[in-house]
């Protein structure tokens, strides 16, 4: 008697793409089963899919995250924004934009060193990413820029999106902002980090004002290779003291001479 349970193979009808699926983590190649899709796939969106939700809704963990900061040497603080909660938060992102009232005063209250440099880390639409990714960059971007983050505090900030980093910015008289935040989640990446670099921040700072890094986590953007394009963009935005479309990333071009420099003199280079 045929077991009812098992998956019968041959009704599926595989995709000629189906050799991609082992170099990319995109949907494609799903093939088919009749007119729908095969069982596995189904199943593996639907999980997916519930991956995405999770990481919107999931609470950060600031005290662990600052716990690990601390140990890094960083100056922490923490601010909240106009946003009461996470519903209020996906419905309204002007609220998410704006530092909570409360919040403003205690934050020039701080005993925090004003540096050139301002570093925000928001929970965005990714908590998840914050809590996997935050605190490995830092690490990595550290040695990178050991004279321009010396004084630099970190500011945890809470139902944030991306713009709370000028009103913080501004408040701290911070010459940079450099905000990392997690990104909307995708069906194959629920824990992608976004990097926004902000020369002369202030409230209404237009998004043309700022140079961004995207989908960092090890199956995307490594931690070493966003801090080398993070350390680039930094020092070139405080050296022609602007950001945006105006600072074209040409860390690239930096890493190729760094690797020819290493192979003439016989250092190695880390990816």
């Known amino acids: 008697m045929t077991d009812k349970t098992t998956t019968d193979t041959s009704a599926i009808t595989e995709s000629a793409w189906n050799e991609w699926?082992?170099?990319?983590?995109a949907r494609l190649a799903l093939g088919r089963a009749g007119a729908g899709m095969p069982t596995d796939e189904v199943l593996r969106f639907g999980w997916a899919h519930a991956m995405a939700r999770d990481a919107i809704h999931a609470a950060l963990d600031a005290q662990k995250l600052e716990e690990a900061l601390r140990a890094q040497g960083w100056t922490v603080a923490h601010v909240h924004s106009r946003a009461p909660d996470?519903?209020?938060?996906?419905r309204r992102p002007d609220l998410?934009?704006?530092?909570?009232?409360?919040?403003?005063?205690?934050?020039?209250?701080e005993p925090l060193v004003r540096g050139d440099v301002c570093i925000v880390i928001g929970d965005g639409l990714s908590s998840l990413a914050i809590e996997r990714h935050a605190a490995p960059l830092?690490?990595?971007?550290?040695?990178?820029?050991?004279?321009?983050?010396?004084?630099?505090?970190?500011?945890?900030?809470?139902?944030?999106?991306?713009?709370l980093a000028d009103e913080i910015g501004e408040l701290l008289q911070a010459t940079l902002t450099i905000m990392l935040i997690g990104e909307r989640p995708g069906?194959?990446?629920?824990d992608s980090l976004g990097i926004y670099i902000t020369h002369a921040p202030f409230r209404a700072r237009s998004d043309a004002g700022r140079n961004c890094i995207?989908?960092?986590?090890?199956?995307?953007?490594?931690?070493?290779?966003a801090a080398f394009k993070l350390?680039?963009?930094?020092?070139?935005?405080?050296?022609?003291?602007l950001t945006g479309i105006e600072?074209?990333?040409?860390?690239?071009?930096?890493?190729?001479?760094?690797?020819?420099?290493?192979?003439?003199?016989?250092?190695n280079v880390s990816e």
């Not at 699926?21 to 983590?25: K, L």
């Not at 350390?231 to 003291?241: D, F, G, K």
């Not at 600072?247 to 250092?267: M, W």
């Open 21 to 25: 699926r082992g170099v990319t983590p």
């Open 247 to 267: 600072l074209k990333d040409e860390s690239d071009l930096a890493l190729l001479k760094t690797k020819a420099t290493a192979q003439v003199t016989g250092n």
């Open 138 to 163: 830092l690490a990595a971007l550290k040695p990178l820029l050991a004279d321009e983050l010396r004084q630099a505090p970190v500011v945890i900030a809470t139902q944030a999106r991306v713009a």
């Open 187 to 190: 069906l194959s990446s629920p």
């Open 96 to 109: 998410g934009r704006m530092i909570d009232p409360d919040d403003i005063a205690r934050l020039r209250a």
């Open 214 to 225: 995207s989908n960092v986590r090890p199956e995307g953007l490594s931690y070493s290779a």
């Open 231 to 241: 350390a680039w963009l930094v020092r070139e935005a405080l050296a022609r003291q």
């Open 86 to 90: 996470r519903t209020t938060y996906l």
